[in-house]
């Protein structure tokens, strides 16, 4: 049935993608005021390429100049040397022109689908320098950036180095970072690999079926984000069955790798992902690798790795996620670090592996230290819901269910404590007698909606309802605010009060 529910999920999220696509390329454009519109088609051989006689892409890309559009009609593009494409000026490539030689310029890259194919030979995309281009309404496909930017590869798709790129309503898919003969090397990110792309902003694409690497680690299957970031939107993507590696070598993060400092990422769909071909390494779903990003309100499901979500040394803000579903041994782990770490508010994640959320430190003398808030925890029905070593955590209105083990478990007691405020607890041993400070904690039932269908509000009669602590949030997972009653609910579902109007009959 849990495979069920995802290919039906799977299946609308890209029936919702495709609607989008469709939505953003029905227009008729507008030029920019002093800018010159170049006009693209793949039997274009105008020499000014003007709408009446376009050029090959190639040609427009010279003679751009920053502020110009390059229209690109549908039909699949391919080129020469390390990329089909480069852009180094701050222009706007549209896919999906229609190709009318007169009239206003009309875009619909549904009807007219724009591939930009590398031909397992070259990199697709190339962005960089201090510039601030558009690219939206292609097909970026057969991309391979072996040998590329780094030992092993780079960016297969769309490679982004210190640019400040908009990059929208693309579809990426099957593309490569690294094809290697021998091992010692990584890809990283089949997909896009965006380096130093502060104030980037990345929305709407469908990235599905990339590799970070078919023969040895691979770093990011759809994505990889590292250097500066501050600014940088990755915002409603949908990042869909893409593999870090594809061997049993070691890969991380199957969606997407990296939350830099000022990163915000945000609505994405990031489902059906892996690691690699052994179902181990972490991040099947998302992996940051330190960093102050704000993780909000994406959906984490059905990925395969060790853990669905994974946070190294991170002072991350994780907030209003829902992690559901996932073939993992844990849901949220947080490794190594020390002092202030992640903030976890108001997410939701359930059956995604024995260990609901684990913290790992280094030792007694570095604990890994983070602070949860009204989030809900719910095991597969083995395990812990809450699990640390050498971590110091501080818990606030959390529910905790079908963790059969433990509750909350503490595994170095003596060097460390969980302390942990309103907590309810079901269907499950509540919590060690060492190494943790249970204060007003609670035993019942949460009476989840629907959790069977992945639905975990909480229900009527809950027992999480108007006993919790007051700590300053002020909405919960869906944006309603809270308290809603005369004290918050736990956990990271605030119950609307539910009105009933009596019928009245008239008689005519």
């Not at 549904?110 to 030979?121: F, I, K, S």
């Not at 960089?128 to 780094?150: Q, S």
């Not at 400040?164 to 690294?178: E, F, K, M």
């Not at 260990?355 to 890994?368: K, Q, R, V, W």
Request: glycine fraction near 16%; include cysteine; charged fraction near 10%.
């Amino acid at each position: 049935m849990r495979t069920q529910r995802f290919l039906m999920a799977l299946a609308l999220m890209l029936g919702l993608g495709l609607t989008l696509a469709l939505m953003a390329g029905l227009y008729t454009a507008q030029a920019a005021p002093g800018a010159t519109d170049r006009f693209v088609a793949p039997t274009g051989s105008g020499s000014a390429c003007t709408q009446a006689a376009p050029c090959d892409l190639q040609t427009a890309l010279a003679l751009a100049q920053d502020g110009d559009t390059i229209y690109v009609a549908g039909g699949v593009y391919t080129g020469t040397g390390a990329a089909v494409i480069t852009i180094t000026k701050s222009i706007t490539l549209y896919g999906g022109w229609n190709g009318a030689a007169t009239g206003p310029v009309g875009r619909d890259p549904a009807a007219h689908p724009t591939t930009l194919d590398g031909e397992r030979a070259r990199r697709v995309v190339y962005i960089g320098g201090n510039i601030t281009p558009t690219l939206d309404g292609f097909i970026v496909t057969r991309g391979n950036a072996t040998g590329l930017a780094t030992s092993g590869g780079c960016g297969g798709g769309i490679f982004v180095s210190g640019a400040h790129p908009v990059i929208a309503h693309n579809v990426v898919t099957d593309n490569v970072a690294a094809v290697l003969t021998t091992t010692g090397n990584f890809g990283y990110g089949g997909g896009l690999c965006l380096l130093n792309a502060r104030q980037a902003v990345v929305h709407h694409n469908l990235v599905i079926s990339n590799t970070g690497s078919t023969v040895y680690h691979g770093v990011g299957g759809g994505m990889y984000i590292g250097g500066i970031g501050s600014g940088l939107q990755v915002l409603f993507n949908q990042v869909l069955s893409n593999a870090a590696t594809i061997t049993n070598a070691i890969g991380v993060g199957g969606g997407i790798y990296g939350g830099p400092d000022g990163a915000l990422i945000q609505g994405n769909v990031i489902a059906g992902n892996r690691t690699n071909s052994a179902g181990t390494g972490g991040g099947a779903a998302l992996l940051q690798y330190g960093g102050t990003a704000h993780y909000l309100g994406n959906l984490v499901q059905g990925n395969t790795g060790s853990e669905a979500v994974s946070l190294h040394y991170s002072r991350a803000r994780f907030e209003g996620n829902r992690v559901l579903d996932n073939a993992t041994t844990e849901g949220i782990c947080l490794r190594s670090g020390s002092g202030d770490g992640a903030l976890l508010i108001n997410n939701i994640v359930a059956r995604s592996g024995s260990n609901a959320f684990s913290a790992y430190g280094f030792s007694a003398s570095s604990l890994l230290t983070a602070t949860l808030i009204h989030n809900t925890l719910v095991g597969s029905g083995t395990g812990y819901g809450v699990y640390g070593y050498y971590a110091t955590l501080y818990l606030t209105n959390t529910i905790v269910a079908s963790a059969t083990t433990w509750g909350i478990y503490n595994h170095t007691p003596a060097n460390t404590t969980i302390y942990a405020d309103h907590t309810l607890f079901s269907n499950t041993p509540n919590h060690a007698s060492s190494g943790v400070v249970s204060t007003n904690e609670i035993t019942g039932d949460p009476r989840f909606v629907d959790p069977a269908g992945g639905d975990f509000h909480i229900g009527a009669g809950s027992a999480a309802l108007d006993v919790g602590a007051t700590t300053g949030v002020t909405t919960d997972i869906d944006g309603d605010p809270r308290p809603i009653g005369p004290a918050p609910d736990i956990g990271a579902d605030e119950r609307p009060p539910q009105v009933y109007l009596p019928l009245v009959l008239r008689g005519y």
